[in-house]
């Protein structure tokens, strides 16, 4: 009989870990996809005809804040899904303002697709 209370415990006690990583939120899994560093790069005619290159660079945390760069410097904010899009809440000059921008994610999570709210298509690689 005790061997069988020992036998029941360990089961019950697999059940509970392998049960711990289950979330009620379907948007969790998908916010992981975006937790990392994703580079747009962007081609421009330098004033000699040649081609120059420049890297911008927007980084998603998992604490939900995100990092991007201006003209001078990075930017935070916070970042969210909501309704499809990402969100992105940041405090430009002293005001905060609010980013919506539909995207699709393609490449096995390694390419992300954004278009703004003045329908501008950005693409962007996981790093």
């Known amino acids: 009989m005790k061997k069988q209370l020992i036998i029941v415990g360990i089961i019950v006690l697999l059940v509970v870990v392998g049960l711990s990583g289950c979330t009620n939120n379907p ?50 904010g916070t970042w969210t899904l909501k309704d499809g899009k990402i969100v992105c809440t940041v405090n430009v000059q002293g005001q905060s303002q609010t980013f919506y921008y539909d995207y699709s994610l393609s490449n096995d999570g390694k390419t992300l697709t954004v278009t703004d709210q003045n329908g501008f298509t950005y693409t962007l690689t996981k790093s």
């Open 27 to 76: 948007f969790d899994t998908e916010k992981n996809k975006f937790i990392g560093t994703w580079v747009h790069s962007e081609s421009y005619l330098d004033y000699l005809g040649n081609i120059e290159w420049t890297n911008k660079t927007i980084t998603f945390f998992s604490d939900g804040t995100c990092i991007f760069p201006n003209q001078q410097s990075g930017v935070s």
